[in-house]
């Protein structure tokens, strides 16, 4: 058997799988298909960013809302000002490398009702921004498995309630679906219509974001959100991925797979971008919360930056490590990790966390990848699948 007969062995076979344990059959929607077991409601917004955002505010109106009253309102009643000025370097870098994020705020706002400040303010995580509270379980995993699918997957330190799924269509960009936090324009993970994937976590906790913020790359960072955004709209494969890092001012880390067989983990600071790609690490690499690749931990040294690294990071990191001797390079096997307390390390909250996966099949096979989602605690993850675009590029240059 060769591998394309093998690949399409293996999908009929996953098809029945997913059969028998009960999904509905998919419905296909101008190349999306959508689940509806164990899954986040799917929305489809196209156009222009404006009009993808007053989609956005539309159709999410309410979560929009409820999301503003949970994470913004109490922080910043009262001083909108000062919230804007803390978060005006931010703006800055963000309206230099992606001015339409902002266009797309702004219909998000028109959607909903919401003021445009304010769903700015969510966009930028205000909450985080004020307490420079730790990241405390973002994971991210990519693996090669075994059938020759780059799987790329994360566990998320955010509550479900505020997320949805969303499948955007730009005018001017490859179709990609996301797990979106709803009322803002950044997302942790994706995928694209051209077999490209990520997962992204945070790479600090409190007191190293503040160190690396004000003393490393001082404040005019790209938003890790926004950056995920533009990977997901701009590049075909990794090595697109890695020269648009290697351009932004940014603090983040990322796993990044694409269906031409690359997989790598990436941190990122500043100008400073560190790479572990999958064929020198067993097939299997990922990021936990604290910087711990040579090259960044060398940047931070010159700096006389020391990094606070929270326990429970180095635990996941050090469990994941491990795991790179045995664990089976298989979609069930990164779906157990995923799933598996240890990576997240914090079972007394794991009820209330997001996972997921994204798939990015080797380029002989029609549907180029499959994203799931689901929380932690739910036992089967949801499927949506979308078709190759093998159209020309329409990534911005």
Known sequence: ????????????????????????????????????????????????????????????????????????????????????RLLAPGYEADEAFAPWIFDELRGIADGSGVPYRTIRHMHYRIWNALDFAPATQCTTIGMVAE??????????????EPYHMIRYVPDDAPAYVTITWAGAGWCHNGTNAQGFSLASAGLVGAGFFRAAWQNYVGQAVVHAGT????????????????????????????????????????????????VQHAEDYQGLVFTTNHAFMPEILAALKERNVTPEIYDHSQTRLDTLVKARESWPRTEEGMKSLLRWRKPSAYDGINNERTAWAT????????????????????????????ERDYGPSRTRP
């Open 147 to 160: 059938d020759g699918r780059i799987l790329v997957g994360g566990t998320c330190d955010d509550p479900t």
């Open 359 to 386: 798939y990015a099949y080797p380029e002989e096979k029609p549907a180029v990848f499959h994203l799931a989602g689901r929380p932690v605690h739910e036992n089967e993850f949801a499927a949506y699948e979308v």
């Open 227 to 274: 950056l995920t955004r533009a990977l997901l709209e701009r590049c075909h494969d990794v090595p697109d991925a890695l020269a648009l890092l290697k351009r932004a001012e940014s603090l983040n880390n990322f796993v990044l797979g694409d269906a031409r067989g690359n997989l790598a983990a990436v941190q990122c600071m500043g100008s400073v971008t560190a």
């Open 1 to 84: 058997m060769n591998r394309r007969q093998f690949i399409k062995t293996a999908g009929a076979g996953a098809a029945a799988l997913l059969a028998r344990r009960g999904w509905a059959t998919p419905l296909k929607e101008n190349g999306s298909m959508s689940a509806t077991r164990n899954a986040w409601p799917i929305l489809t917004c196209r156009g222009s960013h404006y009009e993808i955002g007053r989609q956005h505010g539309e159709q999410l109106h309410d979560r929009v809302r409820a999301n503003v009253a949970a994470y913004v309102t109490p922080h910043t009643a009262g001083r909108e000002d000062w919230a804007d």
